[in-house]
C-alpha cells in the first residue's frame, strides 16, 4: 500500500471537506487516483490537470510519500464541474473560486443537475460546445438582443453557476458575456425565469450568508440592468398604444423585475412608462391621474408596511384602472379601496406579463 501523506502546500480558498465525512458519505479510496486514471475517466488532458492544479488549486488533495498526485472521487468530482464551468466561457480562475468555494454537497448537485456522474457528462459538454468555442460566449454580438427564438435548453442550471462564479470573482467581462449568451438563445422572458432569476436568488443567498460581498451584487444587477434596457431599446420601434406604469414601491430599492417585465412587453409591442425603484405613494398617484394608464404594476421585494398609504391614496381614481402587484414583499389579504380599481396579485413573470398585455393573443407573436 502506497502511504499517503494529505498535500500541506497549495494553498485552498476553501479547504476540501473531510474525507471520512458521514454526512457526506465521502471515502478517501485506499490508493487514490493517478492524473492518468482521472484524465481517461473524464476525458480531460493530463497537462489541463496540472495546470488547474498549479495555477487555480483546483486538485488532487493527496500525494504519495514520493510526492505524487492523487485524487479523491471528490477531487475528481470538483474537476469535472471545473471542466463544465470553463466549457460555458468562465474563466479558469472564476470557475476555479465557485468550486472551491463548494463543499462536496453543492458539487454533487450541481453535477446530479446537468447529469454529470463521474465518468459521463464531459464528452458531450465538448462535443455540443467545444471546450474552447462556446457559441454566444466568445461570438459577441452574433444576434440581436433578447430577440432569438426560444429554443429548449439543458444548460440553464450551468449558465446560473458560471454567472454566480464570474459575479465572485468580479469578472464584469464574462458576466456581460454570459447575459448576451443566455439572451441570444432565450427569448428575455424565458431567460429572467430560468436563468437570471436563480441566479439573482443565488447571489441573493451568498451575500445573506457572508460568502459574497454587496459589491457583487451590485455588479451582477447593474449589468443586467443593462442588458435589459438594451432589449428595450431594441425593440423601441415595436412598442406603440397607451402605456401601463411600471414601479416600485415606496422604498424599494430593488427594480430588476420591472426591468425584465418593461422588456418582455416591448418585445410584445406593448409599451411602459417606467418610473423605476422607490417611487412614493403620492408620486405615483400623481403619476396616474396625469398619464390614465390602463394597468399599474408594483413590485415589492422587501416586506410593505401593514398601513400601505397607497391604497387610501388610489381613492382618488375614477377610471377602470388595473393594479397589478407582485413580489414576496405584500402581504396576503390585501383588499382594493371601493371604485373602479380592480387589484390583481401575480405570483410569476408569466402571470404578470399576461395580466399586463392589453392583447394577449399577441404573447404568441
Ligand atoms: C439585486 C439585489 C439588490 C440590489 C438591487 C438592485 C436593483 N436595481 O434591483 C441592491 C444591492 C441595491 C439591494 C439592496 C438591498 N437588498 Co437586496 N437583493 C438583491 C437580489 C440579489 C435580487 C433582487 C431581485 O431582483 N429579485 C427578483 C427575484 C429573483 O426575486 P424573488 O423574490 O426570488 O422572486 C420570487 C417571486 O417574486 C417570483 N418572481 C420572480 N421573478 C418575478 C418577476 C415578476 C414580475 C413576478 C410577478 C414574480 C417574480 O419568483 C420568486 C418566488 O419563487 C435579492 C435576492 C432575491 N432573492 O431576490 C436580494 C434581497 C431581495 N435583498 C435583500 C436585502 C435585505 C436588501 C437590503 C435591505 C440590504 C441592506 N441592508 O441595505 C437593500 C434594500 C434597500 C431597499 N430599501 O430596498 C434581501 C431581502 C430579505 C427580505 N425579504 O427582507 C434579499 C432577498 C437577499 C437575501 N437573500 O437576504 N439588493
Same mark, same amino acid.
Given at each position: 500500500?502506497?502511504?499517503?501523506?494529505?498535500?500541506?502546500?497549495?494553498?485552498?480558498?476553501?479547504?476540501?471537506?473531510?474525507?471520512?465525512?458521514?454526512?457526506?458519505?465521502?471515502?478517501?479510496?485506499?490508493? /487514490?487516483?493517478?492524473?492518468?486514471? #482521472?484524465?481517461?475517466?473524464?476525458?480531460?488532458?493530463?497537462?489541463?490537470?496540472?495546470?488547474?492544479?498549479?495555477? %487555480? /488549486?483546483?486538485?488532487?488533495?493527496?500525494?504519495?510519500?514520493?510526492? %505524487?498526485?492523487?485524487?479523491?472521487? !471528490?477531487?475528481?468530482?470538483?474537476?469535472?464541474?471545473?471542466?463544465?464551468?470553463?466549457?460555458?466561457?468562465?474563466?479558469?480562475?472564476?470557475?476555479?473560486?465557485?468550486?472551491?468555494?463548494?463543499?462536496?454537497?453543492?458539487?454533487?448537485?450541481? !453535477?446530479?443537475?446537468?447529469?454529470?456522474?463521474?465518468?459521463?457528462?464531459?464528452?458531450?459538454?465538448?462535443?455540443?460546445?467545444?471546450?474552447?468555442?462556446?457559441?454566444?460566449?466568445?461570438? +459577441?454580438?452574433?444576434?440581436?438582443?433578447?430577440? /432569438?427564438?426560444?429554443?429548449?435548453?439543458?444548460?440553464?442550471?450551468?449558465?446560473? +453557476?458560471?454567472?454566480?462564479?464570474?459575479?465572485?470573482?468580479?469578472?464584469?467581462?464574462?458576466?456581460?458575456?454570459?447575459?448576451?449568451?443566455?439572451?441570444?438563445?432565450?427569448?428575455?422572458?424565458?431567460?429572467?425565469?430560468?436563468? $437570471?432569476?436563480?441566479?439573482?436568488?443565488?447571489?441573493?443567498?451568498?451575500?445573506?450568508?457572508?460568502?459574497?460581498?454587496?459589491?457583487?451584487?451590485?455588479?451582477?444587477?447593474?449589468?443586467?440592468?443593462?442588458?435589459?434596457?438594451?432589449?428595450?431599446?431594441?425593440?423601441?420601434?415595436?412598442?406603440?398604444?397607451?402605456?401601463?406604469?411600471?414601479?416600485?414601491?415606496?422604498?424599494?430599492?430593488?427594480? !430588476?423585475?420591472?426591468?425584465?417585465?418593461? =422588456?418582455?412587453?416591448?418585445? %410584445?409591442? #406593448? =409599451?411602459?412608462?417606467?418610473?423605476?425603484?422607490?417611487?412614493?405613494?403620492?408620486?405615483?398617484?400623481?403619476?396616474?391621474? +396625469?398619464?390614465?394608464?390602463?394597468?399599474? $404594476?408594483?413590485?415589492?421585494?422587501?416586506?410593505?408596511?401593514?398601513?400601505?398609504?397607497?391604497?387610501?391614496?388610489?381613492?382618488?381614481?375614477?377610471?377602470?384602472?388595473?393594479?397589478?402587484?407582485? /413580489?414576496?414583499?405584500?402581504?396576503?389579504?390585501?383588499?382594493?379601496?371601493?371604485?373602479?380599481?380592480?387589484?390583481?396579485?401575480?405570483?410569476? $413573470?408569466?402571470?404578470?406579463?399576461?395580466? !399586463?398585455?392589453?392583447?394577449?393573443?399577441?404573447?404568441?407573436?
Amino acid at each position: 500500500m502506497i502511504p499517503m501523506n494529505p498535500h500541506p502546500a497549495a494553498p485552498r480558498r476553501a479547504d476540501p471537506p473531510e474525507p471520512d465525512d458521514p454526512e457526506l458519505g465521502e471515502r478517501v479510496p485506499e490508493l /487514490g487516483w493517478p492524473v492518468g486514471v #482521472v484524465s481517461e475517466r473524464l476525458g480531460i488532458a493530463a497537462p489541463t490537470l496540472r495546470s488547474w492544479d498549479r495555477r %487555480h /488549486g483546483v486538485g488532487p488533495s493527496l500525494r504519495t510519500a514520493g510526492n %505524487h498526485r492523487r485524487y479523491t472521487e !471528490l477531487d475528481m468530482r470538483r474537476v469535472q464541474l471545473m471542466a463544465r464551468l470553463t466549457a460555458q466561457g468562465v474563466p479558469a480562475q472564476s470557475a476555479a473560486d465557485s468550486v472551491l468555494g463548494m463543499d462536496a454537497r453543492a458539487i454533487a448537485d450541481r !453535477l446530479a443537475a446537468v447529469g454529470g456522474a463521474i465518468g459521463d457528462g464531459l464528452r458531450d459538454v465538448h462535443d455540443v460546445h467545444g471546450v474552447h468555442d462556446v457559441p454566444g460566449v466568445r461570438g +459577441e454580438g452574433a444576434a440581436p438582443v433578447g430577440l /432569438g427564438s426560444a429554443v429548449p435548453d439543458d444548460d440553464a442550471v450551468d449558465l446560473v +453557476e458560471a454567472i454566480v462564479a464570474a459575479a465572485r470573482a468580479l469578472d464584469a467581462r464574462t458576466m456581460s458575456l454570459l447575459y448576451r449568451q443566455v439572451m441570444r438563445r432565450r427569448d428575455v422572458g424565458r431567460a429572467w425565469v430560468e436563468v $437570471f432569476a436563480p441566479a439573482l436568488r443565488r447571489v441573493g443567498d451568498l451575500w445573506r450568508d457572508g460568502r459574497l460581498g454587496v459589491q457583487a451584487e451590485h455588479l451582477t444587477s447593474e449589468l443586467l440592468q443593462s442588458e435589459l434596457r438594451a432589449v428595450v431599446r431594441a425593440n423601441r420601434l415595436r412598442v406603440a398604444g397607451r402605456p401601463v406604469v411600471l414601479a416600485g414601491a415606496d422604498d424599494e430599492q430593488h427594480h !430588476l423585475p420591472l426591468l425584465a417585465l418593461e =422588456a418582455e412587453l416591448a418585445r %410584445h409591442g #406593448v =409599451a411602459s412608462l417606467f418610473l423605476g425603484p422607490r417611487v412614493p405613494a403620492e408620486a405615483l398617484v400623481s403619476a396616474l391621474r +396625469e398619464s390614465r394608464p390602463r394597468a399599474v $404594476f408594483l413590485w415589492a421585494s422587501l416586506a410593505r408596511p401593514s398601513a400601505e398609504p397607497l391604497w387610501r391614496d388610489l381613492g382618488v381614481v375614477d377610471w377602470p384602472l388595473e393594479v397589478v402587484i407582485g /413580489g414576496p414583499g405584500w402581504a396576503d389579504g390585501i383588499v382594493a379601496p371601493r371604485g373602479p380599481v380592480v387589484l390583481t396579485r401575480v405570483e410569476d $413573470f408569466g402571470s404578470a406579463v399576461r395580466a !399586463l398585455a392589453s392583447d394577449p393573443g399577441g404573447l404568441t407573436r
